[in-house]
């Protein structure tokens, strides 16, 4: 995969997830690409509610990894984006424990590097309950389609 490529689709899928969040009521400040921890981190007006969220871009519906250790996942809810850089993204709204009983870990023997790696495969994350979920994240303010138009 061409990395250029990979950075433009986790950027779209970034600003997307923003966007979606920002028009939703919530602040949202986005973070330094590639450091550790949340990508996002929203707060309400009145700062009286906080969380961080992963962003997760795809071109298409991958598996999304998760790295060797489930103990360095931080943020509290995730958004997976696929088709990032369409017309017609499409957002799963997950949160950290979902991802944790979801992954898949793979088999160290059957993998080139020997070492553990967690997956979440498409059939874990692409579930009616987490697809364009936004009303997870609570109603901060009133959406007006309108103003989108």
Known sequence: MDVKSSQVTGNAALHYAAWQLSRRGWNVLMTA???????????????????????????????????????NLRSDWWIITIKAKTDAPVCYIMTLDEVKALCHRS????????????????????????????????????VDPAASA
């Open 33 to 71: 690409r590639n450091s550790k921890g949340s990508d996002l981190y929203c707060a309400n007006d009145a700062e009286t509610v906080f969380f961080g969220v992963q962003s997760k871009g795809l071109s298409k519906r991958d598996p999304v990894g998760l790295g060797g250790n489930l103990d």
């Open 107 to 142: 088999d160290p023997a059957k993998s080139s590097t020997g070492k553990v790696s967690m997956w979440l495969q498409p059939t874990a994350y692409d579930r009616l309950e987490f697809r364009e979920a936004w009303h997870r994240f609570g109603v901060v303010a009133e």
